[in-house]
Every structure is written in C-alpha cells, then in structure tokens.
C-alpha cells in the first residue's frame, strides 16, 4: 500500500489539465482534491487541512490572485501558481501575495512534482522531517522561534510569514553581517537554481523588508543589498537554542 506523501488541492478551470495532474499525483502517492473554480475552493478549503495548494491565476469566476489572498489570510499552507500568462510581471505579483513557487503552462509533470516535494520539504521544516530545536533567534528586537516559526517584533507584535518569508530569513539569520549570493538565497528558499533574469529573491526580500518595519519606511538597513553581490542581515543575532 502506497503511503499518502500529503494531501493536495489543485484549482484549475480546465478539465484535461486537472485530470492529468491529479492522476499523475495521485499515482506518485498524494491524495488530491480538484475544484474548477474559486467558489468550489472556498467551500473546500476550510473544511479540511490542505498541505499544498496548486492555483491557476485565471479563473471563470475569480481571480487566482484575490484567491491567495484569502488562503494565507486563514492558512500558512504552501502555494504553487499554475499560470499561461509568460509575463513575469504576473509571476512577481504571485510571489508578492505569498505564493511560494510558480509554474507556467505547459510545464513536465516531473517538474511539477519536483516544485511540490521543495516547497513540502520547507514547510514541514526540513528534508529529513528534524524538529527544530527549542530556543529563539533575536536579532535587532525581533525574535524568532523556529520550532513554532512565530516571529514577533518590538513590544511583541506577531507577525506572519510565509513558508519561503521563513526560509529566507533562517538563512539570512544563520550568516548575520556575511553577504548571501541570490544564487545561494535560491537554492536555499526554493531548492533550485535562480533562473535567468529572475526577481524571486529580490522580490521576496522586498516582502520580507516590508513585515519588519517598525513604523518608518523600511530603509534597507537591516537586510542590506549589496550592488552585484547579494543581500546580508546587518545586525547582530543572539541564538539560545540549545
């Protein structure tokens, strides 16, 4: 008997697409929910846990991007876009609403498997599936517990991160004040190689700058871009785990 490696819900509108993905899927071990529409979603999703969301952007009834909203608004779940829209000018607007991967059709079902395995490893903490250890990470009036990965900031105000948010600032916080390439940043967010001409990480540093402001505009200060190089968390980090 094969063992269930998650539980999946796809939304796409067209039915050859979906009925190949969650044939495919479910032939490689996961159990996979589809609905058309963004109706069907909202009716779906709350009733049960997800562990990954695959969306199409362009919905009959909705649009893919309102749909993200909604689910990290209640949901930490992991999010791939499935989009025909080859403007990365949609792909950098899917990653700023909290998607952690997208994917333009037509796209190999082996690489789709790949990007849901990566972004599934990260969100359930690890390749080898390694509780963090207790403790918090605190870095310029900011703390971080990676076993539950609340991060909560000056007078202790919560705030909420994506899985590749949380990703990239555990990798930031490893190599305080030591300049990370984009290429490294990648591999370590996403599990792969920066594509060409690719804005995910800059795009995802923008996010991330922009939760960690404390009432000013965000000056770049504590994650510093570095002309040609990469970024860097400027600023001293106190780890009492154990």
């Not at 796409?12 to 993905?21: K, N, Y």
């Not at 991330?208 to 400027?234: C, M, N």
């Amino acid at each position: 008997m094969t063992t269930k490696q998650g539980n999946i819900l796809i939304v796409e509108d067209d039915p050859d697409i979906r009925t190949l993905v969650c044939t495919y899927l479910g032939r490689e071990g996961f159990e996979v929910t589809e609905c058309a529409d963004g109706a069907s979603l909202r009716s779906v999703f709350e009733t049960r846990p997800f562990d990954l969301l695959l969306v199409d952007l362009n919905l009959p009834d909705d649009d893919g991007l309102n749909l993200i909203r909604y689910v990290k608004e209640i949901s930490d779940v992991g999010i791939i876009v499935l989009t025909g829209k080859a403007d990365p000018v949609d792909h950098v607007v899917g990653l700023e609403m909290g998607a952690d991967d997208y994917l333009t059709k037509p796209f190999n079902l082996r690489v789709l498997l790949a990007r849901i395995k990566s972004v599934l490893r990260r969100t359930r903490g690890g390749a080898d599936g390694s509780a963090p250890k207790s403790g918090a990470l605190s870095f310029r009036g900011w703390t971080l517990d990676p076993a539950t990965r609340r991060l909560a900031g000056p007078n202790a105000r919560p705030v909420a991160l994506t899985t590749a948010e949380y990703n990239l600032l555990m990798t930031l916080l490893s190599s305080p004040n030591t300049v990370i390439s984009r290429e490294d940043l990648s591999q370590a967010v996403y599990g792969r190689e920066l594509g060409e001409n690719s804005r995910s990480i800059d795009v995802l540093v923008g996010r991330l700058r922009r939760k960690l402001e404390t009432g000013e505009r965000d000056d770049g200060s504590l994650i510093r871009s570095v002309r040609g190089s990469g970024y860097l968390l400027a600023a001293p980090v106190e780890d009492s785990r154990g």
